[in-house]
Nanobody, 116 residues
């Protein structure tokens, strides 16, 4: 049974940092494109960034470029989202997604709240 479990969310002050983790199981993790999405209250889910198979190609949304970094550890079946210089607008539920041309798996999400 494919499963993605996010962790690491919480409350952080503006300007602070958090690292989210997404642990995968039940499928061939290293063969999947891994992405982070987020959804703020009242807004549509949006792509934060992606990391390719092998970790060679990265893609970031304009709003987070230069502040967020995605990485993956295929030995641990885990993808990470390092978030620096957090802003209140970054407040959202963050989801990881694993995808290929034929399969898509989502995690349940983890809440990130940026507030003083």
């Amino acid at each position: 049974q494919p499963q993605l479990v996010e962790s690491g969310g919480g409350l952080v002050q503006p300007g602070g940092s958090l690292t989210l983790s997404c642990a995968a199981s039940g499928f061939n993790f290293r063969g999947f494109l891994m992405s982070w999405f987020r959804q703020a209250p009242g807004k549509e889910r949006e792509l934060v960034g992606s990391i390719s198979v092998g970790g060679i190609i990265y893609n970031y949304a304009r709003a987070v470029k230069g502040r967020f970094t995605i990485s993956r550890d295929d030995a641990k079946n885990t993808v990470y989202l390092q978030m620096n210089s957090l802003k209140p607008d970054d407040t959202a539920v963050y989801f990881c997604k694993a995808s290929t041309a034929t399969d898509n798996y989502w995690g349940q999400g983890t809440q990130v709240t940026v507030s003083s």
